[in-house]
């Protein structure tokens, strides 16, 4: 069945075209079931939501990034007023994507940011929320529950740790230093990386 499944993906179906069975999966978007079988009612791209067994066709079950989608990306600038984050997959969906995404200062956090570097550091696995869609650029907010899911130290690399001093603060296990990140409230949880 994962050969199955692997075969699938990024594969366009035809209108009628044979998908699978109700066994594997809960007909979705683009999709009708008849006698047990699922078939694509419509053209378009094959998506496997592989977290709920759901198969659909079109546009919108491949990973796409819309506004409110959760993602996952990593730091790859911090410029004056933000930070290119490239957002490499969406919560829910198995494949990864590579989009650039900017997070502005003024969406870190619910309280003032002054300078993004306070926040993050290039590298940072960061989990965000899309905000804003226009041509190609997409912006991302940290403000609430997002933020740093997993951060590197500055000095030698290695994966901080949660402090029980401050919500705010890592602590490298390595070497001992302390450092400021805007961290998520699942911050070392996320299973999906
Ligand atoms: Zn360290």
Redesign the pocket.
């Known amino acids: 069945m994962v050969g199955a499944e692997r075969k699938m993906d990024n594969k366009k179906a035809l209108i009628g075209e044979y998908l699978g069975t109700i066994e594997e999966f809960m007909p979705g978007e683009g999709t009708y079931a008849e006698d047990g079988r699922i078939y694509s009612s419509t053209f378009g791209d094959v998506g496997i939501d592989r977290e709920n067994h759901v198969v659909s066709v079109g546009k919108k079950c491949l990973p796409t990034l819309e506004i409110g989608s959760v993602v996952f990306g990593e730091v790859l600038d911090i410029k004056k007023n933000a930070v290119v984050i490239i957002v490499r997959k969406i919560q829910g969906f198995e494949g990864e994507i590579d989009v650039k995404t900017g997070l502005f200062v003024s969406n870190i956090a619910d309280s003032y940011v002054e300078r993004p570097e306070d926040m993050f550091a290039i590298g940072d696995i960061v989990k965000g929320v899309i905000i804003k869609m226009e041509g190609n650029l997409i912006d991302i907010s940290t403000k609430g529950p997002y933020g740093v899911v997993k951060a590197f ?6 994966a ?1 740790i949660l402090s029980d001093k401050s919500p705010d603060v890592l602590l ?1 296990p ?4 302390k450092e400021k990140r805007k961290v998520a409230e699942d911050y070392g949880q996320v299973k999906e990386l």
């Open positions: 130290c500055r000095r030698c690399r290695y901080m490298c390595c070497c001992g230093d």
